[in-house]
């Protein structure tokens, strides 16, 4: 049975096959890095939560009233879950709405229809609690996507919300169904790593509107929180470049690093780092670890295939899709964009074998991620294996 170009697009956007970095693709970079008290102690400063009034997951009397009116079937989790589902985003009920640009508590996504993903995780985990349902938050890779916000890249990542109904089955809602989601890269978090991503968000939000003070104060809570968080080191260290406190961003790029060997976001500010202070030797040496990286990365071929494809510049087009492809096979993407450069290339034998190809990757995701209705999907457990972050993490220097 054929599948129309369309149908066969939509339903690479929902069923997935893939894996953003295998456990090689590290940057390998030898930073001499170990721990200094002294900026320890300047960063990681605090005995307690400075925001212990902040309670993102806090349901109010009017969020419990509104679901107490709709929510009258409690025969089973599921039911629940379905009717909750509807609530958040149905038209006829709160029809929450996609908001990247701030981080909202459970109560202020409820009043204002719209948030973020963690936004609305908090909302919905705090819901599904209520009823007893299990409900816990998930980071998930996603397929990298950079925004520019005045002078600062951003890279959003991604979190949803994972309960379990028995022992062999778990669902998942996710506000942003159609993202393309990156298989073995989903992680349980509890609620406290949880917290320290919101309060990284916070910040970041906070850097971006340049209250840098502010910002420093978000990120310091977050590390209290979870002091391996990555991505809210290399924040801080953009915070404190911008105070010009250059040593200590150093430090918390470095740190960055150290934590996660992935963080190309956290070496391409040290790029930019070290060039600024005149040492390019050591930053022509990061950027070349960086393009070592991004070589190794299937999607970076990707999205230069894609922009040039944009270009016409086909025959490019060409080379890295086929460099994508190689790097990784099960990805029905990839098939799909090298069929139709094929297409313009004027090759349609080639072009009609690898869009068959596609729809073999799309078949065998299915068995994998299985979508159910709407936002909740039921999900075979083992494509929760591997650690992911969640968050927004910044930048200061170019693509």
């Known amino acids: 049975m054929s599948i129309s170009a369309k149908k066969l697009t939509r339903l690479i956007s929902v069923c997935l096959l893939c894996a953003l970095f295998s456990a090689c693709n590290v940057i390998r970079l030898d930073l001499n890095f170990a721990d200094d008290r002294k900026f320890e102690s300047q960063i990681l400063d605090q005995r307690e939560d400075r925001y212990a009034d902040i309670e993102p997951m806090l349901l109010n009397d009017e969020i419990i009233a509104y679901m107490q009116e709709h929510v009258t079937d409690l025969s089973s989790d599921l039911t629940i879950v379905d009717k909750l589902q509807s609530l958040?985003?149905?038209?006829?009920?709160?029809?929450?709405?996609?908001?990247?640009?701030?981080?909202?508590?459970?109560?202020?996504?409820?009043n204002d229809r719209k948030g973020n993903c963690l936004s609305v995780v908090n909302l919905y985990i705090a819901m599904a609690r209520y009823y007893g349902v299990d409900a816990k938050f998930q980071t998930v890779k996603v397929r990298p996507s950079w925004d520019r916000r005045g002078e600062i890249l951003v890279l959003s990542q991604h979190i949803n919300a994972l309960g379990r109904f028995n022992s062999s089955t778990v669902y998942v809602v996710d506000f942003t169904p159609e993202i393309t989601l990156q298989q073995l890269t989903a992680n349980i978090v509890?609620?406290?790593?949880?917290?320290?991503?919101?309060?990284?968000?916070?910040?970041?939000?906070?850097?971006?509107?340049?209250?840098?003070?502010?910002?420093?104060?978000?990120?310091?809570?977050?590390?209290?929180?979870?002091?391996?968080?990555?991505?809210?080191?290399?924040?801080?260290?953009?915070?404190?470049?911008?105070?010009?406190?250059k040593a200590t961003a150093e430090y918390a790029y470095q740190k960055a690093y150290s934590l996660d060997?992935?963080?190309?976001?956290?070496?391409?500010?040290?790029?930019?780092?070290?060039?600024?202070?005149?040492?390019?030797?050591?930053?022509?040496?990061?950027?070349?670890?960086?393009?070592?990286?991004?070589?190794?990365?299937?999607?970076?071929?990707?999205?230069?295939?894609?922009?040039?494809?944009?270009?016409?510049?086909?025959?490019?087009?060409?080379?890295?899709?086929?460099?994508?492809?190689?790097?990784?096979?099960?990805?029905p993407d990839f098939y799909l964009a090298l069929s139709k450069t094929?297409?313009?290339?004027?090759?349609?034998?080639?072009?009609?074998?690898?869009?068959?190809?596609?729809?073999?990757?799309?078949?065998?995701?299915?068995?994998?991620?299985?979508?159910?209705?709407?936002?909740?999907?039921?999900?075979d457990e083992r494509t929760i294996l591997r650690p992911a972050s969640a968050g927004f993490s910044v930048r200061a220097s170019p693509l």
Do not use: C, M
Request: proline letters at 2%; aromatic letters at 14%.
């Open 261 to 331: 060997r992935s963080n190309a976001t956290a070496i391409n500010n040290l790029v930019r780092f070290y060039r600024q202070k005149g040492d390019l030797e050591t930053s022509n040496r990061y950027a070349k670890a960086i393009e070592r990286f991004n070589n190794r990365n299937p999607y970076f071929h990707y999205n230069l295939g894609s922009i040039a494809y944009a270009d016409a510049d086909y025959e490019t087009a060409r080379d890295h899709f086929s460099e994508a492809v190689k790097r990784k096979e099960a990805e």
């Open 88 to 110: 958040l985003f149905d038209p006829a009920y709160l029809n929450i709405e996609y908001d990247d640009k701030v981080t909202r508590t459970a109560v202020q996504t409820f």
């Open 190 to 245: 509890d609620d406290r790593e949880a917290r320290a991503l919101y309060f990284n968000n916070l910040g970041a939000e906070s850097l971006i509107a340049t209250n840098y003070e502010d910002s420093i104060a978000y990120f310091k809570n977050a590390l209290f929180l979870d002091s391996d968080l990555s991505i809210a080191w290399n924040n801080i260290g953009t915070a404190y470049s911008r105070l010009e406190e």
């Open 342 to 379: 094929y297409e313009q290339l004027g090759q349609p034998v080639e072009a009609a074998r690898l869009y068959q190809q596609a729809i073999e990757s799309v078949r065998l995701a299915g068995q994998i991620y299985l979508p159910s209705n709407n936002k909740v999907r039921i999900v």
